[in-house]
């Protein structure tokens, strides 16, 4: 299962048609109607030119020279028609427009519109990357700056690749998972390398973090599929997760707890709004700690595939042990009370938890991203979901094969949160590190400012 993650054709004034070629008998003398005939009889060279016309014609065996005449008379009326041998007419040439007719003529063209002058060239847009390598997923994004804070994605891949598989219980990553993970690196770096990318960042999180042979894997990495990936550390984690949910956040919300539920750590910032609020969203961080505990280290020490009720309230209380040591748990306090507090989660677990909810027959990211839940269709969803074994939730459009054995560590882990800060609404986001990165390297690089896109 992927995870949740295109009249110029008019002929010249002035000009006759064509004449016709010669057919095997004689042919007639064309001559435009008017052009020239009060001319022939006012100049007495004409009349050479009659002389000599009609002793060629002698010469040539024409016709008697009063029959001349008399077909000279015809022409110069309305109605002229000379037969070939087998006694048809031949098709009429185009008439030539008169002398007098001459200067008038262009009146009757219709002039072109003006042309509106030529657009400037569009300025090439710069093209930035952002890739994340976590415990559980291997993401890419590709995009263009838009309006500002904004950018418009042109490619992107997402693969489960389960680089954290066996880590918790061995501190190595097994041969398994690094090789799926390079695979997928591989089409990232085709990707990448088919664009002209102004600036890119490639992280990885918890796995290589905590793994013993982490460092050593990222170098095959740059071997193999041509990337390099910098090991970021939890604080830097949480600063993105925050930086890439920014517009999910409204101009009258006092307080937010994010948190970022994934493979092997999750992330939880609590963010202060009572004051001046800063175009970044990260500024107001006031507090925030990162559990070395995600989706895919919880199943593993608990199980996944089958979870009882005992099962899962064991998980809710393993993470929330660790959210009472803490420190800084309680600097939201004054606003936790308030209609203008909630929480924003950015996870896979809450992705699925809304796909649930919508009752969805295939997972549609624009209707789940920013989605509201309130507090009685959160429960609701976390009890249908214990309810169901391990091949209903496999069955589940939004769960598949995939997730059916992480859902419900995510959502013992979702619990815990509440249990700290409880709010009556909770905003789903499907977004996380790769939109964080995107808009800090554009806020950076200047791309919003001085009218630009």
Known sequence: MEDH????GASAVGMSGALPTQSAGPQPARFSRHAGAHQRHA??????QRQTGASLADQQGDPPKGKTRKRRKRRRGRKVFARDDNGAPPPAAPAAIPASQAQSAPSQVEPRPPQ??????????PVFAALDLGTNNCRLLVAVPGRHGQFRVIDAFSRIVRLGEGLTASGRLSQAAMDRAVEALKICGDKLRNRKIRK????????CRSAANGVEFLDRVEREAGLKLEIIDRQTEARLAVSGCGSLVERDTQGVVLFDIGGGSSEIALIDLT?????????????????PVGVVSLAERFGGRTVTRETFAAMVDDVAARLKVFDGRDRLAHVLASPNFHLLGTSGTVTTLAGVHLDL????RRRV?????DRDSVDRMIERLIGWDFQQRCANPCIGADRADLVLAGCAILEAIR????SERLRVADRGLREGILSELMADDGVWRGGRP
């Open 361 to 364: 027959e295939r997972y549609d």
């Open 419 to 422: 249990g700290v800060w409880p």
């Open 43 to 48: 100049d007495p060279r004409h009349a050479n």
């Open 369 to 373: 991203d920013g989605l509201w839940m």
């Open 275 to 291: 004051g001046r609020r800063s175009p970044r969203l990260a500024n107001h961080i006031v507090s925030w700690t990162s559990l």
């Open 116 to 125: 509106s002058p030529p657009r400037p060239p569009q300025k090439e847009l």
């Open 5 to 8: 993650d295109t009249g110029a």
């Open 200 to 207: 890119a960042r490639l992280i990885a999180t918890e796995a």
